[in-house]
């Protein structure tokens, strides 16, 4: 990393209007803005066509795109003012990318104590267990009890009927 750079990331959120065609355009522009001010980009991740939430200034799609890149911090404020300005741009967002979870997101290698004992595979140890069969027990046949005998029929409670006071004459 440069002295005196910052790494971000910014995603850009395209009218669906404009096509696949005239979104990459747009990024391009973008791209090469950020190299002009002295900025590098890392890298583009286009991730295409997505339905949105809810709709944004009467529209249902957009196309999505990452980009990592790396540039002074005041440039931020110039990209943020230039995404403002320009027709097309539905959402975006600008994100400082912290160096110290840079290692976090690539791959890891495996530790060399891994790499000497391979691991057996899991089909083949399924494979080689033999399967038993559980033994069936016969159970003795269920007797039927007629209806009338299993019910036991208990008074519901009557509510309390209230006294009455007794009219004195």
Aim: without cysteine; hydrophobic residues 35%.
């Amino acid at each position: 990393m440069a002295e005196g750079k910052n790494l971000y990331e910014t995603v850009i959120v395209t009218s669906a209007k404009l096509g696949e065609e005239g979104s990459a355009e747009l990024v391009g522009r973008f791209k090469a803005l950020i190299e002009r001010h002295g900025g590098t980009v890392q890298s583009v991740d286009d991730w295409g066509k997505r339905r949105f939430a809810y709709p944004i200034q009467k529209q249902t799609e957009g196309y999505y795109t990452l980009i990592n890149f790396e540039s002074d911090p005041e440039f931020t404020a110039e990209l943020d003012r230039r995404y403002q300005i320009t027709d097309g741009i539905l959402r975006t967002l600008i994100v400082k990318r912290d160096p110290r979870y840079l290692d976090a997101q690539k791959p890891q290698k495996p530790h060399q104590d891994e790499e000497e004992a391979p691991a057996e595979p899991v089909a083949e140890a399924v494979e080689a267990a033999p399967v038993e069969e559980a033994p069936v027990e016969e159970s003795a046949p269920v007797e039927e009890v007629p209806a009338e005998e299993s019910v036991e029929e208990t008074p519901a409670e009557e509510p309390a009927e209230e006294a009455a006071p007794a009219e004195e004459e």
